[in-house]
Every structure is written in structure tokens, then in C-alpha cells.
DNA sequence: CAGCGAGCGAGAGCACTGCTCTCGCCATCG
DNA sequence: CGATGGCGAGAGCAGTGCTCTCGCTCGCTG
């Protein structure tokens, strides 16, 4: 094989930690979390269980590297989704359906970020910034098209410094549609609008609409 | 020991059922529904492991069970929350409250019934009616004092049934506040508040009162 | 260029899990 | 009184997370 100044020990690496993670990701979403196992990924992959443990420090590691994966993932969805030439509702609507189209696209990695959390919870430090992606690109569109006089009424109750160049008085209102976006994909994925909801299209446009006029887009 | 024509079977059998309930209930409230173990529940009741399939079929029936109650008792709050005799948005308001503080007292339940399904998820039958009680509640609100005016503008999605004695308009609403209800009660639970949110209370209440606003309540 | 250390994979092992099957005991019903 | 069926105990299987030790070998350093 030609010659490798260095750097053959790191790609190795690099691609054992790949593979790794793509098939912790294959499992993830054929069976779920609880179902997703150290040892069969091992398997999976070629080496013995412990070799593993040279890559990832422990099941749970192993979940918060999916679960930061599943947050980019859906960001970028979102942000990728917002036409910034589009109206202001359109934009907003094609986000809530991005999350939305998502969410029922990967429910097991859904189900990871924004369900219980798995073991004994507590989110790791790491996962925060790409957390917020989503909450971003909606504060954006409200803190661009907003009215703010739709957020009269609201108490002021936010840190101040979350939603950057978002008006206060809007900053309330957003994080409650934002509350709303997962809570209604949420009980969708989990079965809450079973026998309750027939038209699920037609009822999720229609909650986002209604967010939108509660936090002032034209 | 005194005679006990028959009986004497059939109680112990409840005993141990009910302390094998109890314990269970322990764990999960101690260490979460993943930590749960049908053999540490029988270690703790002071019996075999196998002897505890005599009660319940598997762990999945466990947790099952586990959740019927937890459905129920959160039910049972938010009737007891409610005081036919106040006005109809203290009534909402205080039914809301009545769920976040279940929801904030007992957190694992909570996860266990409104987070991800558990194990491969699809929630047994004999969860439905238990499930459906808090939703009655509020819908109850909605029917007796609910201006149907405030639901123009939803489009009927709903399977017509549902929600006896409220009318079609307002079903909608109904609906989506009770969403938002669980919503915002499960991001705070699950830390989506953490650094965004400060006065949690105060959020709350404005997010109760926006809603009962939404489904026409004076 | 030779050699040493660090990274790595394999294997064995511990403690634990869910679940099954068999065995004996004993209360209950006929 | 005697047969039956419910029940608890024990052993066992297959699987899990995680640890530790052992050699190999790659690749940096003297």
C-alpha cells in the first residue's frame, strides 16, 4: 500500500468511529432505543464487545453522540426548509412541517431527544447547542415579520438573553408555539391523536397557523 | 387461624399483588421506568424471581399496569381540581395546575405515560379509558362555559364523537389546548426550560390563560 | 534504522437482566 | 378423604453493560 506519513492509525479511527455510530443509528431506528445494544453493535461491526469501549466510553456516551446527531439533524431540516425570500407564514409553516415530516421520518430518534429522557436522564452539556436550532430559526422569523404588539398580554418571564434581537414582548409567544411545534408532533408520534384526530395534515397546518397569528406574522 | 371458608387464597393473592404493585410503583418513582427490574421487585417483596410471573405475565404487563394507574391518578386530580361552583376559568386554571403538580411530584410517571414509549411502544388497549380522563375534564369546562364563537376558523378534523356534548367548533381547540397543556408541562419536566424560562409558574399560568382565551371561556 | 511505547482487538469474567421449566408442597373443591 | 390446581423455589438459558488482562503491531523517537 503507498505510503502514509502518519495519520493511517487516525483514519482507522476515524472510520471504526463511524461505523460505529452508523450502525448504534441503523438500530436506533429499527428497534428503538431501549433495544439498542452495545454488544449487538459490536457484532454488527466485526469486533468483540470490549474492542468498543476503545471508541465510546459507555452506552449512555454512545446515546448522547445519537441524540446530538438527531438534534443537527433536524435543524438543518428546519433551517434548509425556510425560504427566506418566501412570506413570513410560509416560511413559518414550511418549518413546523419540516420538524413534523422529520419527526415521523425517524420517530425512534424523535422519541430519543424530545421523549423521556432514557436512562436516568440529565442531559449532557454537549447536547445543548444543538438543541436549540430549531428554536432559532423560528425566533428568527418572529424577530424579522413579528408584530410586536401580538405580544401584549404576555408576562415577562424569559431570560433575557436566550432570543437574541427578538423583541420581549415577542420572545414569550415564541417559546410557546415552540412549546406547541413538539408538543403536537409529540402526541402525533405517540399515539395521543389515535382515534381523536382523523385529519392529522389538516390539523397540524392549522395549529401552526394559529401560532403564527399569536406571535404577530402577517 | 380463625376458619375462612375460602377466601383465604384469593387474599393472599391480593396481597401480593398489591405489594408487588407497591414496589414496583417505588422503583419507578425512585429510579425511572429503564431501571425497573421484575427481579429486584421480587427480591424487594420477598419472593423468586419466578414466582412473580404468577402475578403478571411479563415486564411489559408491568409497566402496563404501572401506567393505568398513573393515567388514573392524574385523572383523579384533575377532577378533584375542578370546583363546578368557581368561575369556569378558575376552574381551567386550576385543572392545569392540578396536572403540572402531579406532573412535578411524580416525574417518572409522568415520562412513563407522555414521554417515549417505552420498549417498542404501542400502548395496550386497557390504557385507553384511563388515558382519556384528564382530556374529559377540561373538554367538560369547554362544553359548559365555552363561547363556541372562539372556535371559528378551525377546520373540523376531529372523528365526531370524541368529545360528547361539545360542540363541533369548539372540539378543536379543545384539543389543541390540551396538547399544549401536556406540552408545556413535559418540556419543563424534561429541561427544554432550563436557560430559557425563568418564572415557571408565572409561564404557566399566562399559557393556561391563553388557552382557556382560545377555547372561549369568560 | 532499531527499538520502545502507545493504541488496539480479543478473550475471559463478573454481576445483572427477562423468561422458562420442573419440582414439590398444601389448600381447596368434589 | 382424595385428586387437582395454585403457588413458591430453584436451576438454567440467553442476553446485557462493563472491566481487566494479554499480546500484536503500528508509528514516533533516539
Redesign the pocket.
Known sequence: MPA??????AR??AE?SRAILDEAHRQLAEQGAAA?????VA?EV??????V???V????ELLTLLIVEAYDAVGERAEAARDTDAPPRDQWRAVWRAVRTWAREHPAEYALIYGSPVPGYAAPAETIPAAGRVGLVLAAIVAEHGDPGAGAGWPEVLRADVLPGLSPALAVPAVVAWTQLYGTVGFELFGQYENVVVDRDAYFDAVADAAATAVGLP
Open positions: 502514509m506519513p502518519s495519520g493511517t492509525r482507522a479511527r471504526t439498542l445494544s452495545l454488544r449487538s457484532r466485526g469486533m468483540v464487545s470490549s474492542a469501549y476503545r471508541y466510553a459507555s452506552r449512555d
